[in-house]
């Protein structure tokens, strides 16, 4: 018989409710691998989560050929695309895309606005500069600089954690 198919017996109830106890009052009976596994745990989802690029939305009505008119205009400027979110409602495309340069670096402020003049600045928008532009835009601020964009620099909630888990020591950058 399963332990999970077995009744619990007021002893063995006891002994849970009293092993709860113990790791609520002291936390340092939890075990070291367990919390090791999940510290882990927690960094791997965020960086399968995090995208690295320049996130660039795209809201614009739906036509035939807008797809590959966006996706030749990111080639001509050298970007890759490292993820893109396609989506189409009722006559109105709402498309997200990261980019990359060539080599899979940071995309700087002119390329940027080279891709907006050829798609169209009405209609796309940067909305969010990746974790580690957002690292350096801060020591600029903090050294009197400015990071080109203004106030384009969005956080989302999945860069806001892993910037905190690197602040903690958590997570390593790797650029």
């Keep these: 018989m399963s332990c999970f198919t077995q009744p ?4 063995k109830t006891e002994h849970i409710w009293n092993s709860l106890l113990d ?3 002291e936390p340092r009976l939890v075990p ?10 927690l960094q791997a989802a965020i960086e399968r989560r995090a995208s690295e690029g320049v996130r660039l939305e795209l809201c614009t009505t739906d036509r035939p050929g807008l797809l ?13 695309v490292t993820r893109a979110e396609i989506s189409t409602t009722m006559g109105t495309a709402l498309n997200i895309f990261y980019v990359t340069d060539a080599l899979g670096n940071d ?6 606005e080279s891709v907006r003049q050829g798609i169209g600045s ?11 532009n ?3 835009g801060e020591n ?3 050294h009197g600089g400015g990071s080109g964009l203004g106030g384009a620099v969005l956080l989302s909630l999945g860069s806001l954690v892993k910037k905190n888990l690197y602040n903690l020591g958590l997570i390593k950058s790797y650029s």
């Design 140 to 142: 600029e601020e903090q």
């Design 8 to 11: 619990l017996t007021p002893q």
């Design 32 to 41: 070291k691998p367990k919390s090791k596994r999940v510290t882990l745990c």
């Design 134 to 136: 957002q690292q350096k």
């Design 122 to 132: 009405d209609c796309l928008r940067v909305k969010e500069l990746p974790f580690r």
């Design 107 to 112: 995309v700087d402020s002119r390329m940027i």
């Design 23 to 25: 790791i609520r009052m």
């Design 68 to 80: 590959a008119e966006v996706t030749r205009t990111f080639r001509e400027n050298a970007l890759n």
